[in-house]
């Protein structure tokens, strides 16, 4: 299974782009990257999915780089609600079925 | 989105008692179904991987006579705590992916808090 790193915790300000960078080196060729964010004491929620290259939807971008081996989200312009915890999955497909392991996350701050 | 939901939302029972969770996929049948445990300020920690009509699969560590699933439905899984202890009071929570949706997508409860007295 592949395992994530990603920085513990990081500070930003409102109306700043705020850029969380994920390193999975031994991603295998089936896994696909996946970001979380979770508010204390509520489940995880979907945030960006992508394979390779760069993805993008109404909330974030997901910047993939040819080797897979790290992958960047990018939240433009955070407010205070976007305090939260952000994790970083390799889905790793084991007999069939993706498995979901999750990392130590970021926890970010934002601040006014 | 597909919505999933966890029953009850926060539980608190007395100690050497058993507590059931219920998780259920609304508007898609849930294949897999994964149940998690979260210690405050931790990371999210997979216990066991639960197909339909199948025995769960448990992660290493985790003592499958203390935690039971059942996953009899494509609808509805089960995780019970037997006789649980003040270590076991944590934040449970389950997601679940389906066969109408891509393999790759999974759908989160929103958790129960476990507070065992």
């Known amino acids: 299974l592949a395992k994530t790193t990603q920085p513990i915790s990081m500070d930003s300000y409102e109306g700043q782009e705020v850029n969380i960078t994920c390193s999975h080196n031994n991603i295998a060729t089936n896994d696909y990257i996946t970001w979380y964010q979770q508010f204390p004491s509520q489940g995880p929620r979907f945030i960006i999915q992508?394979?390779?290259t760069k993805v993008t939807n109404e909330v974030a971008s997901l910047f993939i780089p040819a080797d897979r081996k790290s992958s960047t989200l990018s939240l433009p312009r955070v407010s205070l609600s976007d305090t939260a915890v952000y994790y970083c999955l390799a889905q790793s497909l084991t007999s069939g079925t993706y498995k979901y392991i999750f990392g130590t996350g970021t926890r970010l701050k934002v601040l006014a | 989105g597909a919505v999933v939901s966890q029953h009850p939302s926060w539980v608190i029972c007395k100690s050497g008692t058993s507590v059931k969770i219920e998780c259920r996929s609304l508007d898609f049948q849930a294949t897999t179904m994964f149940w998690y445990r979260q210690f405050p300020k931790q990371s999210l920690m997979l216990m066991a991987t639960?197909?339909?009509?199948?025995?769960?699969?448990?992660e290493q560590g985790v003592e499958k006579d203390k935690f039971l699933i059942n996953h009899a439905s494509l609808t509805l899984s089960t995780l019970t705590v037997t006789s649980a202890h003040p270590e076991d009071s944590s934040f449970y929570i389950c997601s679940a992916s389906g066969i109408d949706r891509v393999n790759t997508e999974a759908f989160f409860g929103q958790g129960t808090r476990l507070t065992v007295v």
């Open positions: 639960s197909n339909e009509g199948s025995k769960a699969t448990y």
């Open positions: 992508g394979y390779k």
